[in-house]
């Protein structure tokens, strides 16, 4: 399974909040509150975010954080590999030598480098304005039973705060 870690997805969030005012400068206590994740996940993910050139940190009693860019020329790809590295599926993707002990008779070799170009332009291809617009809702009509009669959904229950499950949950059919 491909799987971002935490940090990355948290990262996309916080990124997608600053896309939505893109020249504001913006502090991680503010960004924080507003995402409903905690300070020092933020601050971490700024910083790293500042370190690769995605943000630019402003320093002082006014200071803070912004995009470096338009977010339409910040790509998924380019967070992804401040956060996390290089894309890549396998170890002998993208010309290296020497990771695998199978290398030279191994039938798949070059190959993966074909998964990992498709991947890596699908991740070029999304930029964090569209990550930034919200997700379409879709009202589903209410389910019915084989009576007819309208079944009812269960509430979700409500919280102070939006919370960040490490799992996401199954989409109610």
């Excluded at 879709?138 to 799992?167: H, I, M, N, T, Y």
Aim: proline letters at 9%.
């Amino acid at each position: 399974m491909l799987k971002l870690n935490r940090i990355t997805d948290y990262a996309v969030v916080v990124l997608a909040q600053m896309a939505r005012e893109p020249g504001r400068l913006v502090t991680a206590p503010h960004l924080a509150q507003d995402s409903a994740m905690p300070m020092p996940t933020v601050a971490k993910v700024l910083k790293d975010l500042a370190r690769e050139g995605v943000l630019v940190s402003e320093r002082g009693a006014h200071g803070g954080y912004r995009l470096a860019r338009p977010p339409g020329e910040i790509t998924v790809l380019e967070i992804i590999r401040a956060l996390e590295g290089p894309v890549s599926l396998t170890a002998c993707v993208d010309g290296t030598e020497g990771n695998c002990d199978v290398e030279s008779l191994c039938p798949m070799r070059g190959n993966w480098d074909r998964v990992n170009r498709a991947i890596r332009s699908a991740l070029e291809g999304v930029s964090l304005a569209d990550m930034a617009v919200p997700a379409m809702r879709f009202d589903l009509p209410p389910a019915r039973a084989a009576s007819g009669r309208v079944l009812e959904r269960e509430p979700k229950p409500r919280v102070g705060r939006q919370q960040w499950p490490s799992q996401p949950e199954p989409a109610s059919r």
